[in-house]
C-alpha cells in the first residue's frame, strides 16, 4: 500500500474540475465518518486555493449547509440538491453525469451504482467483514455490496489506516497500487466550564471510554477487566462510559455495576472536558478503522489504554499502553500500570508528541495531489 504524500508540491499541474459528495458534512450529530468529511472537505478547499494554478471544486449536498461550514472560495461551487430517498445512487448520479468533472470524489464509503467519470474514493474500516454479528443482516449487506462496488469501481482509493488498507487486499482482492493511505486527524477538543461532574452524576475520579456502545467496541470486556481491577484494587475510580447506546447493547453489561456511569450521547463541547478530568481513556474496542478519541485523549494529556489489533497501534505507537482486547486480565493490569506516577507522565508526554504527528492540512494536501493526478 501506498502511503501518500511523497509529494505535496504540485503547482503548474493542469487545472482539474473535482466532483466532491459533501452530504455526510450536513450531519447534526457528527461521527467519526462526518466529521472526516467536514474536515477533510475544509481543508482540501484550503489547500487548493493556495495553489498557483486552483481547482474548480463543486460540492454536492443533499441538505442545505449551514452558514459558515466551508470557508468561501472563488474556486468552489456549492449545489444543494434534496432527495428523500436512495440520494446518492439517483440524485447525486445524474448531477455528476450532467455535469461530468474530471474526477468525483466521495469521502464515505459509498460511490453511485452508475454514473460516468473518474472517481476517488474513501473506505474508513470494513468493521462488517470482521465482525459480522454487530450489524443487522440488511445493513451489513448494503456494506458489503456497495464497498465491494466502490473498491472496484474507483481508480483510486483512500483509506483512513494501514489496516484497513491491509482488509481491501484481503477481502476485496483490491490492488495495493491503488490504495493510498492518507490519515485522518483531530483537532484538540474544546473544554468547558461547565460542571460536568455535577451535570452527569460522574464520580471524582474516573476511567473514561468515548464512542458508541456496542459489542464491536468490546464494552462487555472493557466491564469485565474493570470489575475485575476494582475487586483487587484499593483505589476509588469509577468507570464512565460516554456514547450512545448502539445497536445489540445489552443492558446485562451493567449487571451488579453500581460504579459504571453511562452518560449516552455527548456534546463535542464538552468531549475535551471528559477527556481532561479522567485518570485514562480506555479504548479496547476490537476494530477500528481510525481510532479518534485515542488522539484526542492525548491531545488532551490523558493517558490511553488501547488494544493491539486494527490500526490502533498506528495511531498509538510508544504513546500508550497496548493491550489484548480478548483478555480481560490484561485489560485490567493496564488499569493498574496507568496509576503508576511514572508511567503516566511518561505517557502523558509522549502522547503530547504523538497525537501531532497527524494533520488535516497535510493529508488535505495529499488528497488533492491524489485527486489532481487521477487522469494523468
Not at 106 to 122: E, K, M, N, S
Not at 178 to 193: F, G, S
Not at 356 to 372: D, E, G, P
Request: proline share 6%.
Amino acid at each position: 500500500m501506498e502511503q501518500s504524500g511523497q509529494q505535496d508540491s504540485f503547482n503548474g499541474m493542469s487545472r482539474k474540475h473535482i466532483a466532491i459528495d459533501a452530504s455526510r458534512s450536513t450531519v447534526s450529530a457528527p461521527t467519526g465518518t462526518e466529521y472526516y468529511a467536514q474536515e477533510l472537505i475544509r481543508n482540501i478547499i484550503l489547500a487548493n486555493d493556495a495553489l498557483d494554478y486552483p481547482h474548480t471544486l463543486t460540492l454536492y449536498f443533499r441538505d442545505t449547509p449551514p452558514k459558515g461550514l466551508f470557508p468561501m472560495s472563488a474556486h468552489v461551487l456549492q449545489k444543494v440538491i434534496p432527495f428523500q430517498r436512495a440520494w446518492t445512487h439517483l440524485r447525486f448520479a445524474y448531477e455528476v453525469s450532467k455535469d461530468k468533472p474530471d474526477v468525483t470524489f466521495v469521502p464515505a464509503h459509498t460511490l453511485p451504482l452508475l454514473f460516468r467519470g473518474d472517481a476517488v474514493v474513501t473506505i474508513h474500516d470494513l468493521g462488517y467483514k470482521l465482525f459480522p454479528q454487530a450489524h443487522p443482516f440488511p445493513q451489513r449487506a448494503y456494506l458489503d455490496f456497495t464497498t465491494r462496488h466502490s473498491a472496484n469501481r474507483a481508480r483510486v482509493i483512500f483509506a483512513d489506516s494501514q489496516a484497513t488498507a491491509h482488509d481491501l487486499v484481503r477481502f476485496y482482492g483490491i490492488a495495493e497500487r491503488k490504495i493510498q493511505v492518507i490519515y485522518p486527524a483531530i483537532h484538540p477538543p474544546q473544554m468547558t466550564n461547565a460542571n460536568i461532574k455535577e451535570k452527569y452524576g460522574l464520580p471524582e475520579r474516573y476511567f473514561l471510554f468515548i464512542g458508541t456502545l456496542q459489542p464491536r467496541k468490546n464494552i462487555a470486556r472493557l466491564i469485565k477487566a474493570y470489575t475485575l481491577w476494582r475487586k483487587n484494587s484499593n483505589e476509588n475510580i469509577g468507570l464512565v462510559l460516554a456514547g450512545k447506546k448502539g445497536w445489540l447493547f445489552d443492558e446485562t453489561w451493567l449487571a451488579n455495576t453500581e460504579v459504571v456511569h453511562v452518560t449516552g450521547y455527548i456534546d463535542d463541547a464538552e468531549k475535551g472536558t471528559f477527556y481532561a478530568h479522567a485518570e485514562a481513556l480506555v479504548f479496547p474496542s476490537l476494530y477500528e478503522g481510525f481510532g479518534f478519541p485515542v488522539l484526542e485523549a492525548m491531545a488532551c494529556g490523558t493517558p490511553v489504554i488501547a488494544s493491539n489489533t486494527s490500526s490502533l497501534p498506528e495511531l498509538v505507537g510508544d504513546a500508550g499502553l497496548l493491550v489484548n482486547p480478548l483478555d480481560i486480565n490484561t485489560i485490567a493490569q493496564a488499569l493498574s500500570r496507568v496509576l503508576d506516577a511514572n508511567t503516566r507522565k511518561a505517557l502523558i508526554e509522549r502522547g503530547n508528541v504523538q497525537w501531532q504527528q497527524f494533520s488535516w492540512q497535510k493529508s488535505a494536501r495529499r488528497a488533492l495531489h491524489a485527486l489532481a493526478l487521477v487522469q494523468l
